[in-house]
């Protein structure tokens, strides 16, 4: 195990120098997406009363915008080896400290969004495979189907509306934790984590609150593609020559289920999983939206509506990153669940 | 990874379990001395001077840093708002402006100090005031107004007293004094966060306060939240006492639903910026507090490109103006909420008085529509496009479809164009949008610094692009008419113009709604229209 764990890190490293490249590709690309979209940035910054023809010369200059756009892509990539991603015109901050701040924000948030789902998911999907085209499995079928066909952010304030401004159950839905609540020393970012390594149980207490309203109602909507996954492979999987040959051999029913059908389903899941993930963290902007999350995904799309060039470069830039590390994990997990995967 | 992703599972697992049983909310023994106010968009500096700055950082900067002078306030059918009239003091201790209107005396109180305890100098006044008109930020353009221009206008004449040099006795020069920008600044502190290349220490500043205002800045995570902490001994309130909460939050909640659902269930004690129907729902309620002022400073227009035909002839215009449906938009587009700039009735044909904005005489009236069509030698009508900012959709959006219906009829085609704000923005500033709805705001709402401002030069803020040099003239010789009798025959003259030339068509001013816990006293309408957290108190 400890040999094959070392060269599964060595091929972890190749995989991840082999995705620059196609980072710098993003790279590239975003820088002369936002250079070709509409709207003069400087000109929106500068929509205080007074601001005249001096003020939007002086923000262009400070935005680097006074330059030929080949220049700008040279300083930006410079910048950027030198890791700096810019100054956010909106906050006013680094845009590296602010997806510092916020990413853990939205890490935490999908994280759980994606454990509640596949908590009901992988259940849901195998309980459906077992008896298809009976009465429970069209019963997940239509839970399914709601929960996509209804938008986070409706399912977001429906929420809201009912567990906070009806029942009283939830706390407040802005940000990640009570305005009177003290934080503790940030070690990881993820206030469920820092709360507890701080030993204070009432505040870990308080950020896990929070959490729940807005992780539901993100899970809510990937438990439809993850059930459906979970359903066909299983199926598949059932339906084989292993699974027959386990029957006949009289193993009990949970073990040829758990054991032998779905360990082997659970591949197809795994990957759905990572893209899923992946795609959750960027699209979850409504959901941090209704919720008041510090997350990058809203932080992102408030850049996008003010043509605030920097942060929307950084965010694809992260979302770039994150997409080529959970395919690493993703592939890791193959590795794990599959011995006969190797990723190379 | 694996360690991140298993923790949040247990937590998870657990709150799930828990969120059944468990339910009280833990509640903060600080609740009551504290203010929370919650509104959409964010402070993101502490110096309001920087471009871009936001209207939250206007009024944070209120609370944290103390002017020369402030406005006071007055009732206007029943509600608090801000009088440009009356200037009190607040730094300075009392004013004197000499007979010629050139030089203005400021005393200092003795007793005013910065937050670090330093006493406030007459040399801090001087930096403060040298840095708005030379450093490169938005006070410079704010200053000019009023005639400020030059440090070496500010004169220190004892630690204790600066006199300010005016080139023309001009009106707007102490109420500048008064607004965002002049802020007074703890000059020793500053300069110790200066470099050469920032002198004024502009970088610094945007995250530190050094001033020596009624609160300090607790925490501020720019976007989320800023926690605000009484300085126990600020003393330039009412009856010269500290502000009363002793904390205040201010924190952003993009989601206007969940404003109203947070002040409506008592989380939140103030909020400023929510949905018209929402706040029609909550006043019906009864439950909380709610104050509706029109922003008397503010105006809403639809505007035309007085230099892009059609719009460049005068009967075009005036036909537009009486072809929309004015009652039927302000209802869909503000509830009724504001108070209407149209549907005047002028007995004898002139403006009943020089003030700027005013009601105009026009209704809908598709007959006197058509007459100017025909006058304009389109009788069959033309198409156009009606753009509106993005950011604006929830009042404009409905109002865009109803002047669509309505010009339809009188054969004029209209595309509606939403954009978004940047590139809207970037349009108007190049005048190239022929017909659009924006609108505007001045701090300092007076007859001539509404039309220099809006009606004159080739600025972004000239939305009707109109050029009309009898009209810049007279509301440039307005600006230093000392005398009221002829200042206000200047604004009846004015206003008349107005009318005849029709450069855009004024709709309404929209109503402030400050929705509020019954026990929040003392909120005033501000000319940031944002809140000023000394105003407040709680019963």
């Keep these: 195990m400890k040999t094959s764990l070392g060269a599964t890190m060595v091929r972890a490293g190749r995989r991840l120098l082999s995705s620059l490249p196609a980072l710098f590709g993003v790279l590239v690309f975003t820088f002369l997406l936002m250079r070709v979209l509409p709207g003069d940035p400087a000109v929106f910054f500068a929509s205080g009363p007074n601001a005249g023809k001096e003020e939007i010369e002086q923000i262009r200059k400070q935005m680097g915008l006074d330059r030929s756009v080949p220049e700008q892509l040279v300083f930006y990539l410079s910048d950027i080896g030198r890791g700096n991603l810019g100054r956010s015109m909106m906050t006013g901050q680094p845009v590296l400290k602010d997806l510092r701040e916020r990413l853990p924000a939205s890490l935490e948030l999908t994280f759980t969004a994606l454990l509640i789902a596949l908590i009901f998911a992988v259940p849901l999907g195998v309980v459906a495979a077992l008896k298809p085209g009976s009465v429970v499995d069209h019963g997940v079928r239509l839970f399914c189907a709601l929960g996509v066909c209804v938008p986070t952010f409706v399912s977001g304030l429906l929420l809201i509306y009912v567990f906070y401004y009806m029942l009283g159950l939830a706390p407040d839905p802005t940000g990640r934790i009570d305005v009177f609540t003290s934080l503790p020393p940030s070690r990881t970012g993820f206030l469920s984590i820092d709360f507890l390594l701080a030993g204070d149980v009432e505040g870990w207490w308080a950020a896990c609150r929070q959490l729940i309203l807005p992780a539901v109602s993100m899970a809510l909507f990937v438990i439809a593609p993850l059930a459906r996954i979970t359903r066909a492979s299983m199926l598949v999987s059932l339906g084989s020559d292993f699974v027959r040959t386990a029957r006949s051999v009289g193993l009990s029913w949970r073990k040829v289920v758990v054991t032998y059908a779905l360990r082997n389903a659970i591949l197809p899941v795994i990957t759905i999983a990572g893209i899923v993930f992946s795609t959750m963290l960027g699209a979850n902007v409504l959901v941090e939206k209704v919720f008041s999350w510090p997350g990058v995904a809203s932080y992102a799309l408030d850049a996008l509506l003010s043509s605030d060039y920097a942060p929307v470069q950084g965010f694809v830039l992260l979302m770039a990153t994150l997409f080529v590390l959970v395919n690493l994990v993703v592939d890791i997990c193959y590795g794990i669940a599959d011995p006969r995967v190797s990723i190379g | ?539």
């Design chain 2, 1 to 539: 990874m694996r360690f991140v992703s298993f923790r949040p599972a247990a937590s998870v697992l657990a709150t799930t379990a828990l969120l059944l049983i468990a339910t009280a909310p833990s509640q903060a023994q600080t609740r009551a001395e504290t203010l929370r106010y919650v509104t959409g968009s964010a402070v993101n500096t502490l110096d309001p001077n920087i471009p871009g700055s936001t209207r939250e950082s206007f009024a944070l900067s209120m609370s944290t840093y103390d002017r020369l002078v402030a406005f006071g306030r007055k009732q206007l059918n029943g509600k608090w708002v801000f009088d440009l009239d009356t200037i009190t003091g607040e730094l300075a201790e009392s004013y004197d402006v000499s007979p010629d209107g050139l030089k203005l005396t400021f005393r200092l109180r003795k007793d005013a100090k910065f937050q670090d305890g330093s006493p406030v100098t007459a040399d801090d006044v001087k930096w403060s005031l040298d840095r708005c008109v030379t450093a490169p930020i938005l006070g410079k353009a704010q200053l000019l107004t009023g005639s400020l221009t030059s440090a070496d206008q500010f004169k220190v004449i004892d630690p204790l007293t600066i006199e300010v040099t005016l080139p023309k006795p001009d009106k707007l020069a102490l109420p500048n004094l008064a607004t965002v920008y002049p802020m007074i600044i703890n000059s020793k502190l500053a300069k110790e966060h200066a470099t050469t290349d920032d002198p004024w220490a502009t970088a610094w500043l945007k995250e530190h306060t050094a001033g020596s205002g009624a609160y300090v800045v607790e925490t501020f995570k720019p976007g989320e939240q800023v926690i605000l902490k009484r300085d126990e001994a600020w003393n330039r309130g009412t009856a010269n006492k500290p502000a009363f909460f002793k904390r205040v939050i201010i924190q952003s909640v993009p989601e206007p639903a969940t404003r109203a659902n947070l002040v409506e269930r008592g989380d939140a004690d103030l909020v400023v910026d929510l949905q018209a129907s929402d706040v029609q729902s909550l006043e019906a309620k009864g439950k909380l507090k709610v104050i509706s002022t029109p922003q008397y400073n503010a105006i809403t227009y639809v505007s035309m490109n007085n230099q892009i035909p059609p719009f460049d002839n005068v009967n075009v215009r005036r036909a537009i103006a009486y072809a929309l449906p004015y009652d039927d938009m302000f209802k869909a587009a503000m509830f009724g909420r504001g108070a209407p700039l149209f549907g005047a009735s002028w007995p004898d044909g002139k403006p009943l008085n020089g003030i700027y904005p005013f009601q105009q005489p026009v209704k809908l009236d598709f007959d006197k529509a058509r007459e100017y069509l025909k006058a304009a030698g389109l009788p069959e009508g033309f198409s156009t496009t009606f753009s509106f900012n993005v950011g604006q959709s929830s009042t404009a959006e409905p109002m865009a479809a109803l002047v669509k219906e309505s010009l339809g009829k009188i054969g004029i085609k209209v595309d509606i164009q939403k954009l978004p704000d940047a590139q809207m923005s970037t349009q108007i500033n190049e005048k190239k949008l022929p017909f659009y709805t924006e609108g505007i705001v001045a701090w300092l709402p007076s007859t001539d610094y509404f039309y220099r401002n809006f009606y004159t030069g080739n600025q972004r803020w000239n939305y009707s692009s109109i050029n009309n040099p009898e009209l810049a003239e007279i509301a440039q010789g307005a600006r230093f008419e000392p005398d009221k009798a002829k200042y206000e025959e200047a604004g009846r003259k004015l206003n008349a113009m107005h009318f005849d030339l029709m450069p855009q068509i004024m709709l309404w001013q929209p109503n402030q709604d400050a929705v509020m816990a019954a026990s929040v006293e003392g909120y005033t309408y501000e000319f940031h229209r944002q809140i000023d957290y000394r105003d407040v108190s709680r019963k």
